[in-house]
């Protein structure tokens, strides 16, 4: 299981979303349920050549809405989840986190073609392997 589908899948567990309607993770199909929750990977830093088992990947969490209360308190329920998670796994048997931290506070995007509010939060993460 990747890292991406492991937060989409505790996401989900804490009520965030269901899997393939409103929460998805690599990819946002066109017909998802508004608002929807989307976990993508990002570009992480260079691996450090001298701690190989530890990786640090990025991952983004994107949130489409139709309107803006919604979409940011959703983004606020998603920081409480994830920021500061320190050596745990998300899922049964998942991976093991050493941690996960937000990058910034997140926020508003934009207002897209389709007037839907946007909005996106980057995170860093350490996994143990």
């Known amino acids: 299981m990747s890292m991406i589908s492991e937060i ?10 269901t899997e393939g309607t409103n929460l998805f993770h690599a990819y946002l199909p066109d017909n998802a349920t508004l608002p929807v929750v989307l976990v993508r990977d990002t570009q992480g830093p260079t691996p450090d050549p001298y ?3 530890i990786r640090t990947p990025t991952f983004q969490i994107f ?6 209360d919604t979409g940011n308190s959703k983004l606020s329920t998603i920081r409480g989840l994830l920021q500061r998670k320190l050596m745990t796994t998300l899922v049964d048997s998942g ?10 506070e997140g926020g508003y995007l934009e207002k897209n ?7 996106s939060m ?3 993460a350490e996994i143990v392997e």
């Open 8 to 17: 989409a899948e505790y996401l989900a567990g804490q009520g965030v979303g």
């Open 51 to 53: 701690i190989p088992d």
């Open 63 to 68: 949130i489409r809405s139709a309107d803006y």
């Open 95 to 104: 991976i093991l986190f050493r941690k996960i931290v937000a990058n910034s």
């Open 113 to 119: 073609e389709s007037g839907q509010h946007e909005f």
């Open 122 to 124: 980057n995170f860093s």
